[in-house]
């Protein structure tokens, strides 16, 4: 189980939680060229943002998610909005099952 960092805004403890009951192994604040994205789950090839908070910048964000998606080992960016518990675990979920049919 991994214990997110101290810094964690409530969101990311969510998605951090809801990742632990999913059974899946994963980076927080893992760097990729010159970012740091919120979640990395190497299994899956996905890399998760949480929005919901503070949000982000869409224009950045567009670029942003074009160059991650160029690295090889990247097959997704998934941006979370929700700050719910039950909401962050449906859309995980989802994004989960969408992932492994893939």
């Given at each position: 189980?991994?214990?997110?960092?101290?810094?964690?805004?409530?969101?990311?403890?969510?998605?951090?939680?809801c990742l632990d009951e999913f059974g899946m192994r994963y980076n927080?604040?893992?760097?990729?060229?010159?970012?740091?994205?919120?979640?990395?789950?190497?299994?899956?090839?996905?890399?998760?943002?949480?929005?919901?908070?503070?949000?982000?910048?869409?224009?950045?964000?567009?670029?942003?998610?074009?160059?991650?998606?160029?690295?090889?080992?990247?097959?997704?960016?998934?941006?979370?909005?929700?700050?719910?518990?039950?909401?962050?675990?449906?859309?995980?979920?989802?994004?989960?099952?969408?992932?492994?049919?893939?």
């Open positions: 189980m991994n214990l997110p960092p101290k810094d964690f805004t409530p969101q990311e403890k969510i998605i951090a939680k927080e604040q893992h760097y990729f060229l010159k970012y740091i994205v919120d979640f990395w789950v190497p299994e899956i090839n996905m890399i998760i943002e949480a929005d919901g908070v503070y949000g982000h910048l869409q224009k950045r964000d567009i670029r942003r998610d074009m160059e991650l998606m160029e690295i090889p080992s990247v097959k997704g960016v998934l941006h979370i909005k929700d700050t719910s518990y039950e909401s962050v675990k449906e859309t995980l979920w989802r994004a989960l099952n969408k992932s492994t049919e893939e």
